[in-house]
């Protein structure tokens, strides 16, 4: 279990140790070319490739990808569709790969909404780089922070339902075992891709003190320039949690 940030200060090394990115711009980057969104998705693939490649080299530990949130059912449902097949086409030609290099998979959601077939390869992609530690990859399907924060509280009352007759009782070390993310530390650095400064019930617990980094550039053409771009300017940040410089300076 990592501890939050709120307490304790993580040590501020050049390269986040956690990266949570929001690939954002598939659509506009197909529409722009006048192609379907569906290429735009096909092309966000590629993109992901590159990216988990170049964190992988430069040290990131945990990089956490918002892939489809618990809104976006709410799109067309051939534009679900392709999605879900991307989804699963991915899984089947990439894990083998993943594992060579030692990446850890999971995947973070409700994935109980998805076809069996679907549950069925995350499971297994789970289990074959279960032993993996050189870089934990996450994927966040049909995820959404507010599912999170729900299904980690019921979690938890179901296995301490003493703690109903104390609510008091529930704290923030109470609850963060139940969360989704809670093997990994909270995101130093987030991302988003395609213009939109928001959140979208991405992470909302977790990006409580994430550094938040904005960039115009659609996610199909990410570049690993873009990257390191984005943790240069990490690199400027002093990450105080409710502290002051001085007392940064002075290490108390
Ligand atoms: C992000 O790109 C991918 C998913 C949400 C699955 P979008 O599909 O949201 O692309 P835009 O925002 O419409 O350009
Ligand atoms: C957020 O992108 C979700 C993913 C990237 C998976 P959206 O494109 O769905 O976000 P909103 O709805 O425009 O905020
Ligand atoms: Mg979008």
Redesign the pocket.
Known sequence: MHKSSTLAVPEHAGVPRHLAI???GNGRWATQRFLPRSAGHARGVQAVRRVVEACGRRGVRYLTL????S??WRRPQEEVTLLMRLFVQTLQKEVDKLNEQGVRLRVVGDTSAFDSGLQDLIRKAEERTAQNDTLHLTIAANYGGRWDILQAMQRMLTEHPELCADPKGIDETALTPYLTMSFAPEPDLFIRT?G?Q?I?N?LIWQLAYTELYFTERYWPDISVRDIDAAFEWYRTRERRFGRTSAQLAGGD
Do not use: L
């Open positions: 929001i690939m954002d918002f892939a489809f949130s809104e976006n395609g939109e928001r979208s991405f």
